[in-house]
C-alpha cells in the first residue's frame, strides 16, 4: 500500500514569487507520481507525472516536480507564479509493479495567489 | 469530445432518501471512477470498473453501489441518503490503471439534510 503526505495544507505567495509544494510518498515498491490541479468548482486535470527516466519532469503552465528516490519526495515548483495558477494542488501516486493499481492522492494543498 | 460529464451539478437530499449520480465518459476508457472530495481530506475512492460488466470496491464503498452495462456509463446510487454523504462526487475515466492519466468530471455537490 502506498502513503502520500502533502506537508502544506496552504501556501499564500504573492504574485511573480516562486513557489514549491511539497509532497512525500511511502511504498514497498517502485510508483509512478503525478500532481493534479483542481481549479474553483472544477474538476482535477493533469499537471505532470513522473514514470521513469529524468528525474526533473516538466509540466503545463510552467509547473516543473523532481522526483527524490532517497527522500521519497516528489516537490512541484515554479519560478514565478500567477494569478491564474491559484487552485488547490493534489500529489498521487500508483503502484507500478502490481496490474490493476489505483491512484492513491494526498490532502491537497491550496495554493493562493495574492497581487 | 465531451470528456467525462456528471449529473446533476448540484443536489440536496433528505434523510433515506435514494438518488442516482449519472457519469458518462466518450473517450471510449475502459477504466471508470467513483470519488468523493471532502475539506481536507483529499479525494477517496469509492467504486471503480475495469470494463463493462466488471466493478469493484475502494476505500469508501460502504452506502453506495455502482453498475456498468455499458463502456460509456458509470452511474453512482446512494440508496438510502446519510449527513455523511454530504459531500462533492468526482467521476474519472482512464484508458488503463498505473501511468494512465485520469480524466475528471466537472462533479456533483450533495448535500443531504
Known amino acids: 500500500a502506498q502513503s502520500v503526505t502533502q506537508l502544506d495544507s496552504q501556501v499564500p505567495v504573492f504574485e511573480e514569487a516562486p513557489v514549491e509544494l511539497r509532497c512525500n510518498y511511502s511504498?514497498?515498491?517502485?510508483?509512478?507520481l503525478f500532481w493534479y490541479v483542481q481549479y474553483p468548482n472544477q474538476g482535477l486535470q493533469l499537471l505532470l507525472k513522473y514514470l521513469s527516466g529524468s528525474t526533473l519532469v516538466k509540466g503545463i503552465n510552467g509547473f516543473e516536480a523532481e522526483f527524490n528516490k532517497s527522500q521519497t519526495s516528489f516537490h512541484l515548483r515554479k519560478p514565478s507564479v500567477h494569478i491564474s495558477d491559484t487552485a488547490e494542488y493534489f500529489c498521487a501516486v500508483s503502484d507500478r509493479e502490481t496490474s490493476g493499481s489505483r491512484l492513491t492522492f494526498g490532502e491537497g494543498t491550496q495554493l493562493t495567489v495574492n497581487p | 469530445n465531451a470528456g467525462v460529464t456528471q449529473t446533476p451539478k448540484f443536489r440536496i437530499l433528505k434523510i433515506g432518501q435514494s438518488m442516482t449520480l449519472q457519469c458518462t465518459q466518450d473517450m471510449n476508457h475502459n477504466y471508470m471512477y467513483w470519488y468523493r472530495q471532502d475539506p481536507g481530506m483529499g479525494l477517496k475512492l469509492i467504486y471503480y470498473?475495469?470494463?463493462?460488466?466488471?466493478?469493484d470496491k475502494g476505500e469508501v464503498p460502504n452506502g453506495y453501489n455502482v453498475s456498468r452495462s455499458t463502456t460509456e456509463d458509470f452511474p453512482l446510487r446512494l440508496e438510502l441518503a446519510a449527513p455523511s454523504q454530504t459531500s462533492v462526487y468526482f467521476c474519472?475515466?482512464?484508458?488503463?490503471?498505473?501511468?494512465?492519466?485520469?480524466?475528471f468530471g466537472p462533479g456533483t455537490r450533495l448535500t443531504v439534510t
Open positions: 470498473s475495469v470494463g463493462a460488466g466488471i466493478t
Open positions: 511504498s514497498s515498491v517502485s510508483v509512478y
Open positions: 474519472a475515466s482512464s484508458y488503463s490503471t498505473g501511468s494512465y492519466e485520469q480524466y
